[in-house]
């Protein structure tokens, strides 16, 4: 089973993400603060990452450095799921290794369909 860690300091949006996920099978890490789920990372060692940018102490620009900066998470897929739908926000999340860009509200299809393409990619 694929672990997919949801990091979004809105409880709310990591329970109905967390839903969505467990749901179509996927096994689900929601981390509501961004420092914890920096910490707890390499312990839990996701196939993914779900990250939010607004978020307090290390936002989810910073985290994606970080996240890129350890060997185990080089390549691991990162996609970014925001509110900010700005092109400079986009561009700095591409630069920090984002795989993916997705602005709130989404459709849930359209981010399962970008996950199954970054975690099984040729199906």
């Known amino acids: 089973m694929k ?3 949801v990091v979004d300091d809105d409880v709310e949006a990591t329970k109905l993400l967390g839903g969505i996920l467990r749901h179509q099978g996927y096994e689900v ?3 509501n603060d961004s420092t914890v789920a920096a910490q707890i990372a390499g312990e839990e060692r996701p196939n993914m990452f779900l990250l939010d940018l607004m978020m307090p102490v290390i936002d989810g620009f910073k985290l994606c450095r970080l996240l890129r900066e350890d060997r185990k ?3 691991t ?3 970014i799921v925001t509110a900010l739908t700005d092109e400079d926000s986009k561009a700095v999340a591409f ?3 984002a795989n993916d860009y ?3 509200p989404y459709h849930p ?3 399962l369909t970008i996950i199954k393409e970054l975690l099984e990619p040729g199906t």
């Open 95 to 97: 630069g920090a290794g």
């Open 77 to 79: 897929p990162i996609i």
């Open 73 to 75: 998470f080089m390549v």
């Open 102 to 104: 997705l602005s709130k």
């Open 109 to 111: 299809r359209q981010l």
């Open 29 to 31: 890490i929601a981390v």
């Open 3 to 5: 672990k997919i860690m």
